[in-house]
DNA sequence: GCGTGTGAAACAATTCACAGCG
DNA sequence: CGCTGTGAATTGTTTCACACGC
């Protein structure tokens, strides 16, 4: 696998391009141009083409892109094809909010444990699952071959609750919580923090 | 104003200078080096002063930066040192989430109206406000001095509601939808997309 | 002819390394 | 002496432009 030499700023665009081609699949939509698509994507057609190239020669000269084979592709190189367990870590309004995100399964993205320091919430439901407390994470994420972590807890907490999690095996963490993780290296970080989304804009207005 | 000229990839750091910077003078932190800063941000020490000098010189040679000093000169800069507005559209468990996520108010950025197209939603409350219809926007837009949008409704609605909201004066936007927006040029977009993210990481697994 | 794939060129961002100041 | 501020060097990314194949 060409893990290494692809620059991660072409990686995530992968994500933007596999949606869109997804969109246009289900429309129907048989043959795209690196110009079509680099419109409904916001970036350049010469882009979509070098980010491409990176993992292979995808289209046919002259006419473009079969909508569905690219669509493929892309899911295989992002490993979108096959199915991720999640454990989310916090089941405030945030954790609510993102277990009854239907787009998550939509994209074989499943929760598979919620986990929660406070003794009030412990086996309580939150969507589909019951809570669970902190002390059954290592159990847990064994069992259910869990790989990626959802943190949606305070930033006091965030550092603490991410090694934890590393030590019981994840490997990926998405981070709500605003601040900033050190971990290993290997070990993948994602980064949501609206304040710091909205402050980056306030600069302009 | 230096909005011209300055690197968006810079502009994106500055919130995280200044969220570390804040913390550091809440506990009691003085002074602060480059390296030390950077330590804690997560880049380079040549980065964060090259940041900083497109706006000025702040710190003191052989000695550091005055942690509150800078702090308050990033706030100026992003233009954190005021209260800001917002619009949230959609009532649903993100808008629930959202409404009570008490890092917004902490940093100055107050929901002060929420929407939904759905009438059974449409009168509830939600956190401290009540849900109004779509056709209220433009009014209460206007008369709270809102200048900020915030897209927790589905993918289907989020271009026309978009526009919506620019027509009504808005000139930032925070999208949740997992869709790219096509708005005019001038008006800000900032995208949160928990799956592209995660889709980015799974490439590395 | 049209649109891909791709080297080469242009542009952008980061790191280096050090003069200069407190 | 230590650390900032900053040109210069390096590294990374995007755009250009065109040969090639359908």
Redesign the interface.
């Known amino acids: 696998m060409p ?1 290494t030499n692809v620059p ?1 700023v072409v ?2 665009r ?3 391009y ?3 081609l997804t969109y246009m699949a289900e429309r129907g939509h048989k043959v795209v141009s690196s110009a079509e698509l680099a419109k ?3 970036v350049s057609s010469a882009q979509i083409r070098k980010d491409l190239s990176f993992f292979g020669e995808f289209g046919k000269q002259g006419w473009g892109y079969e909508v569905s084979y690219l669509r493929d592709q892309l899911q295989r ?4 094809d096959r199915d ?1 367990f999640i454990a989310l870590v916090g089941a ?3 954790g ?3 277990i ?2 239907r ?2 399964e939509r ?1 074989h ?1 499943h929760i598979a444990a919620v986990f929660d320091n406070d003794p009030q919430k412990v086996g309580t439901p939150l969507g589909h699952l019951l809570v669970q407390p902190m002390e059954e994470m290592r159990h847990t994420i064994q069992e259910r071959n869990i ?2 972590g ?1 943190l949606a807890i305070p930033a006091e907490h965030a550092q603490q609750v991410a090694e934890q999690l590393v030590e019981c095996g994840v ?2 963490i ?1 981070n709500y919580a ?3 993780l ?1 971990l290993p290296p290997g070990i ?1 970080v ?1 980064h ?14």
Chains 1, 2 share one sequence.
């Open positions: 893990k991660d990686i995530r992968l994500p933007l596999l949606r869109c409904w994507v916001g190189i992002l490993q979108a991720w405030g309004a945030l609510h909010a993102l009854n995100y787009t998550f994209w993205f790989q990626i959802i490997r990926a998405l605003p601040i900033n050190s993948r994602a949501i923090d609206p304040v710091s989304s909205l402050q980056s804009m306030t600069f302009y207005l």
